[in-house]
């Protein structure tokens, strides 16, 4: 078995290496593109949904009940948002979006209506819409918005967005997070390949040496010419992966995709606790003074306990005064 191996990899491991490089290529691209499409679908929501809320606050309107206002609010937002005003031409992520079951059906009845001539053209009112949309979700945790805890925000934007399969994979397919960190530790596996490459030559010319008739060098000409192939093998091999790795590296650095879609995450649970704040303005006010109250209490209690060995030291005093009087 690892003789296969090491003659699989000794035959074919610059051509393997190529091919990864060249299926990591692909994947960058479309995964880079389909975050800029989902940075344009999220910053358009959260701007919607703090402007409605900056308005309401405006005009000071009660809220009674949270789950109707909840649906009211988003439905606003909804409301709010384009139907073609996001446009990506030639988009093939966009035309690829995932839809599954009925909604399939809705959403190539509503995609006949909302195309343009050229059918490039896909609007955000859908994307939020849909089943796995930010909407639909954030009317899922409607319980955390109602409670008069501060939830984990980082956890709850992380519910919310993970039903959303169009933020989560890539075509509906493929997991975008897994195959990113895959990307990211690329450039250190193609040093490792170089390096395996490097030993797998050498330990083919070591036995090339040992058939070298030194007596009769024209007769051992085929394995000097062997052992000069797999010595410049092992040499290929290594800048092989020192190049692919750079060029990995290079990429990585100028389109960053992890940080592009925590920015976009961070957009998000910025909105979600002003949503939160918002909902819970008038319980927000009593929690802080009663937070408030209890920071008084405790420093109170704070200087008690360090106060009171100095009472006990000038009670001590005056008992020995009293004694030597």
């Known amino acids: 078995m690892i003789e296969l191996v090491l003659g699989f990899f000794g035959n074919y491991l610059i051509e393997f290496m190529m091919g990864l490089l060249c299926c990591a290529l692909v994947f960058r691209y479309l995964a880079y593109r389909h975050s800029k499409d989902d940075d344009a679908y999220y910053?358009?929501?959260?701007?919607?949904?703090?402007?409605?809320?900056?308005?309401d606050k405006q005009k000071n309107i009660?809220?009674?009940?949270?789950?109707?206002?909840?649906?009211?609010?988003?439905?606003?937002?909804n409301a709010a948002l384009p139907d073609n005003a996001l446009r990506f031409s030639n988009n093939a992520n966009i035309q690829n979006r995932h839809y599954d079951g009925k909604e399939a059906m809705q959403q190539r009845e509503i995609d006949k209506e909302a195309q343009s001539s050229d059918g490039t053209s896909i609007s955000l009112n859908q994307y939020i819409g849909s089943k796995h949309g930010l909407i639909a979700s954030i009317h899922g945790e409607s319980s955390v918005f109602k409670s008069t805890v501060p939830p984990n925000y980082t956890e709850?934007?992380?519910?919310?967005?993970s039903d959303d399969r169009n933020w989560t994979k890539l075509y509906g397919h493929i997991p975008?997070?897994?195959?990113?960190?895959m990307i990211d530790i690329l450039p250190n596996l193609f040093i490792v390949f170089g390096v395996f490459g490097t030993f797998i030559g050498i330990a083919m010319a070591l036995p090339e040496i040992a058939a070298i008739d030194f007596n009769n060098i024209e007769k051992?000409?085929?394995?000097?010419?062997?052992?000069v192939i797999n010595v410049a093998f092992s040499m290929k091999t290594s800048i092989a992966g020192i190049f692919f790795s750079l060029i990995l590296t290079f990429l990585n650095t100028l389109f960053p995709l992890p940080e592009k879609r925590f920015k976009i995450f961070k957009k998000v649970e910025t909105s979600m606790q002003n949503l939160w704040y918002h909902l819970q303005r008038g319980n927000a006010k009593e929690q802080i003074a009663m937070e408030g109250v209890l920071k008084v209490l405790q420093s109170i209690e704070r200087y008690l306990k360090?106060?009171?060995?100095?009472?006990?030291?000038?009670?001590?005093?005056?008992?020995?005064?009293?004694?030597?009087?």
């Open 176 to 181: 975008i997070d897994g195959a990113s960190r």
């Open 62 to 77: 009660p809220i009674d009940d949270i789950d109707s206002y909840m649906s009211n609010l988003l439905g606003r937002v």
């Open 220 to 227: 051992s000409s085929d394995n000097l010419t062997n052992f």
């Open 43 to 55: 910053s358009r929501f959260t701007r919607e949904l703090d402007a409605c809320i900056d308005d």
């Open 156 to 161: 709850l934007t992380d519910r919310i967005m």
């Open 306 to 325: 360090e106060d009171a060995p100095l009472k006990e030291q000038q009670h001590a005093k005056r008992d020995d005064k009293k004694d030597a009087a």
